[in-house]
């Protein structure tokens, strides 16, 4: 979406959780006229020589970061609560450094529903508490607070968001990239299409007794291109106004429940999804939905993609790779 909005793009990425494949299925999305315009080059955010490389390759500089660099799984971040505050919050310091030190001041961050823990109420909007539960969610809160800090010394020059996304799932709607997490999945969305295209033979549901409409968890999934949407209706916003720090949730207003998204995916591959109900996932909470309206009024963004689309989409990609890039 960036290539097609005409932007000038370098990826940084360390690849630890992704593959260069997916940027060469971009390039060709976009086609020979647009192509050129994406550069890649694999580095570590925590290393300030990877990032003063990236900050001179581009010749006429970069003006804006989408900072996506980050680790995102939370059972792994009670394992290992230390790789995540390095990665995500040192890693976080030292590309601000690198901004700081390069003079570009427009930064959007990647932050999480996740702040809001366990919901007093929903749906949530962005005054909620910030009342994590597991590192997770605390490196997201800590990162939030260090731009907060950021912007604060220095009003007059950052233009920052804070988009929190509920719970991205889907595909482009081309089949040709998606998500293929390493191991064993441990979000719903990717366990239910592999469960559909035969890699994996149940989905354990966790927990049938929450206070909703058919006992399983409730959650805002947000399909992946109204995601990217956002982000670029957010890089405008930064772009065109005065500068300042600006907090959205970026979820759909609408929730959806385990039982629903097994469904929709039945509806879509057309194949049987097993699941057997056990019982619940510590640390999850019954019902997480977003109040989206911030961001409507700011940006005039909202969701234009629905359950339907999501499977649709997301079947794609997982009938077409059924092992991911490789
Ligand atoms: C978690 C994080 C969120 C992060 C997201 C993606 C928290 C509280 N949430 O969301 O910040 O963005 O992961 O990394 O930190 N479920 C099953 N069976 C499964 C897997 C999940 O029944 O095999 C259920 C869960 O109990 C939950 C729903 O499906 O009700 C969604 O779970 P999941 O996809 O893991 O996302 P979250 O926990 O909401």
Request: hydrophobic fraction near 40%.
């Amino acid at each position: 979406m960036l290539l097609e909005a005409g932007h000038e793009l370098l990826v940084f990425d360390d690849f630890s959780n992704s593959s260069p494949i997916a940027l060469d299925r971009v390039r060709e999305l976009a086609g020979p006229a647009a192509a050129p315009r994406l550069q890649q080059m694999q580095g570590d955010i925590r290393n300030p020589k990877d990032l003063e490389q990236a900050f001179t390759k581009a010749p006429s500089g970069i003006d804006a970061v989408i900072h996506f660099a980050g680790l995102k799984a939370v059972g792994e971040s009670v394992q290992h609560p230390m790789h995540y505050w390095d990665v995500n919050v040192n890693g976080s310091r030292c590309l601000l450094e690198a901004m700081q030190t390069h003079g570009c001041h427009t930064l959007v961050f990647s932050s999480s529903a996740s702040l809001y823990g366990y919901p007093e109420a929903v749906p949530i909007p962005e005054t909620a508490p910030i009342a994590p539960i597991n590192p997770y969610g605390h490196t997201k809160a800590a990162v939030e607070q260090m731009l907060s800090d950021l912007h604060a010394s220095s009003p007059d020059s950052w233009r920052i968001d804070c988009l929190r996304y509920f719970n991205p799932v889907g595909a482009h709607p081309s089949g040709r990239i998606g998500e293929n997490p390493l191991g064993i999945p441990n979000n719903l969305y990717p366990f239910v299409s592999q469960v559909a295209v035969g890699r994996k033979s149940q989905l354990q549901v966790f927990g049938g007794d929450w206070p909703t409409s058919d006992g399983t968890g409730v959650r805002d999934y947000i399909h992946v291109m109204d995601l990217a949407d956002g982000h670029l209706a957010a890089l405008d916003c930064l772009l065109a106004e005065e500068p300042q720090l600006l907090t959205l949730n970026l979820g759909s207003g609408q929730g959806q429940s385990v039982l629903e998204m097994v469904q929709a995916m039945e509806a879509a591959s057309g194949c049987s999804i097993p699941y057997a109900i056990t019982d619940r996932r510590p640390g999850d909470a019954a019902i997480s939905v977003a109040d989206p309206s911030k961001a409507a009024q700011r940006l005039g963004w909202r969701t234009q993609r629905g359950l339907k689309e999501i499977c649709r989409d997301g079947w794609a990609w997982q009938q077409q790779n059924p092992d991911g890039y490789t």
